[in-house]
């Protein structure tokens, strides 16, 4: 079976937002705040158990290309839709005590809403900051890549209903080599910073939500080098040990004399 | 009353503050300041909003490592104590303080879930990768092992003499107390194990502290109860000595990522707490460590600084979430 993958293409995106209500209304995923941030046109501010999908509104005091923005300073108005990254080596699955979140056949990180308890180690476990506990439901929640429509053979309702084909849905392998080309046109046109987001050299062992960007992750709030936890397991339980070994000839010597 | 607080406006008063202003101006030129440089590339971040999820944990898991560490020394402290044949009611106290830890910890927990009543999910499966899935069965199994000890204790002590509860006391103090040794420092391995920064870039630290703080407690509980023994005056002077160099070791090293450490609503807990549990219990025990009154007020001020310390490390992991640059800044520099 192959992997199921996202492309999602800053240089494509004009901050709609049909990913999101797409999203929301396939998902039936309720509100998430109807407050205004100030940032940009994004008041969603994050991914979050609420939000499944989120569209990026970037200002920046920097040319886009080799366009003029109109105004004295360069200046350049960038969007993407963000998801989760359904990471090769995910670490809320690893987290997760219940076995709720499992690893599906076409590749991504499902939480089965029937098991999760809600003990929030997901949560802390994210390198992305993606999954979230839903306050009044005590469930934790995150995209689920559509897993529902991708049994039916549809492809998931973001990327069905991006009028610009920003958000592209296929194999992970054919994305990946598409979105190298993509970034090859797009440096070849006179965007140099356009890169591809996609953190293969870390622990996360690579993602299968790829981004093309321009820049620096950073700006996106995307952790430039994200590792997953459970690498931090064994120097935790190696001091946990020696500790232990050391608490315990204290008591000895304390109750020997 | 609202035209009254209103301050005169004249044109007397644009000119002082026009004078005001100037004047701090000079100033200001005088301290030769010079504005904040423009970020560099590395220091950006989405409209400094947060990368990570805090901990959505609330009150009941910093309580819960606080028990879990009482719990866990407290059957380490009883299986010793018995394996030198110590005063056989330090071990009864010490057996139920771990009994009872035991008995509180799993409500507190469940307590914490988002869905209480799906608790028994998390012995579902059995994962070594996950800390949370290893602690659910490392407090299953210390909860048997230490009602399995104090019902062979109890037995024993009121004459129910038989090998076998004899050799299960054994069995159920031995087990209860390497469990609860995992017990009382998984939860350091737990938050060490996670993507937020302040934790897991201090994971080694973590567990020295909790096991530390565990000890401590447990010793400090068993003075309170009235066994002002060598021994617990030992474990006293152990725990709060560790804990001050602890301590001294956080003060000292200054790195962005433990800013939670050092300042904040966590940070001024982190402090408290830590001269509490070493300094303060310390010198206690050095000046007035021969009188009861002092070791009473010693062994109040570790529990109270090491109750305080759990809060304040969860707080830090909130905190530690909410700043993207610290966390940039860890990625870039590997």
């Keep these: 079976m192959p992997i199921s993958a996202f492309l999602t293409d800053a240089s494509l995106c004009i901050g709609c937002k049909a990913c999101e209500v797409a999203c929301k209304e396939w998902n039936e995923i309720p509100d998430d705040g109807f407050s205004w941030s100030g940032n940009s046109y994004d008041n969603t501010r994050a991914l979050g158990a609420s939000t499944w999908r989120h569209v990026l509104f970037l200002e920046q005091k920097q040319p886009m290309g080799s366009q003029l923005a109109g105004i004295d300073e360069p200046f350049r108005w960038q969007f993407l839709s963000d998801v989760c990254k359904h990471c090769a080596n995910a670490g809320c699955l690893e987290a997760c005590p219940t076995g709720s979140i499992v690893r599906t056949e076409v590749g991504s990180v499902f939480v089965q809403p029937d098991i999760c308890n809600g003990c929030g180690y997901c949560v802390v476990s994210c390198p992305f900051g993606v999954i979230e506990k839903r306050p009044d439901d005590g469930r934790a929640f995150k995209c689920t890549f559509c897993y529902d429509r991708q049994k039916a053979g549809l492809i998931p309702a973001c990327a069905k209903a991006c009028p610009t084909e920003s958000i592209q849905f296929g194999d992970l392998e054919v994305l990946r080599q598409r979105g190298k080309k993509r970034v090859e046109v797009l440096q070849e046109r006179g965007y140099s910073d356009a890169r591809i987001y996609n953190p293969q050299e870390t622990t996360v062992g690579g993602i299968h939500a790829l981004s093309v960007i321009f820049g620096e992750p950073e700006a996106y709030n995307l952790p430039p080098a994200p590792e997953v936890p459970t690498v931090y397991l064994k120097s935790a339980w190696t001091s946990a040990f020696i500790s232990a070994a050391i608490i315990l000839a204290i008591v000895c010597a304390a109750f020997s004399f | ?334």
């Design chain 2, 1 to 334: 009353m609202k035209t009254a607080a209103k301050p005169k406006m004249t044109e007397e008063r644009l000119e002082e503050i026009r004078k005001a202003a100037s004047e701090t101006t000079k100033e200001v030129l005088a301290a030769q300041y010079s504005p904040r440089k423009p970020p560099a590339q590395s220091e950006q971040s989405y409209y400094g909003l947060a990368v990570l999820k805090a901990p959505a944990w609330t009150w009941e898991v910093p309580l819960y490592f606080f028990l879990g560490g009482i719990a866990g020394l407290s059957a380490c402290v009883a299986f010793v104590a018995q394996f030198f044949r110590s005063d056989p009611a330090l071990i009864r106290v010490s057996l139920w303080g771990a009994l009872l830890g035991a008995a509180m910890c799993p409500v507190l927990l469940i307590a914490d879930l988002g869905r209480p009543t799906r608790f028994l999910n998390m012995l579902r499966v059995f994962k070594l990768r996950s800390a949370m899935s290893l602690g659910a069965w490392i407090l299953a199994v210390f909860s048997g092992c230490a009602f399995l000890a104090v019902v062979c204790f109890e037995l024993l002590s009121r004459g129910f003499t038989n090998p076998l509860w004899t050799s299960l006391l054994w069995l159920g103090e031995s087990s209860a107390a390497a469990v609860g040794m995992l017990l009382a420092s998984y939860t350091a391995v737990l938050i060490g194990a996670t993507a937020i920064p302040v934790w897991s870039e201090n994971r080694k630290l973590l567990p020295v502290h909790f096991l530390t703080s565990g000890l401590g407690c447990s010793a400090a509980i068993l003075e309170l109860a009235g066994f002002l023994i060598p021994a617990t005056q030992v474990l006293g002077f152990a725990a709060s000595g560790i804990e001050t160099l602890i301590e001294t070791f956080l003060e000292v090293r200054k790195r962005p990522v433990d800013a939670p450490l050092h300042h904040g609503k966590s940070g001024t807990t982190l402090r408290i707490a830590g001269l509490l549990e070493g300094p303060a219990a310390l010198l206690l025990r050095v000046f007035w460590g021969s009188v009861p009154a002092g070791r009473y007020a010693a062994a109040v001020c570790f529990l109270i600084g090491a109750l305080l310390s759990r809060y304040a490390w969860i707080w830090a992991g909130r905190a530690s979430a909410r700043d993207p640059h610290v966390l940039f800044h860890l990625q870039r520099r590997t």
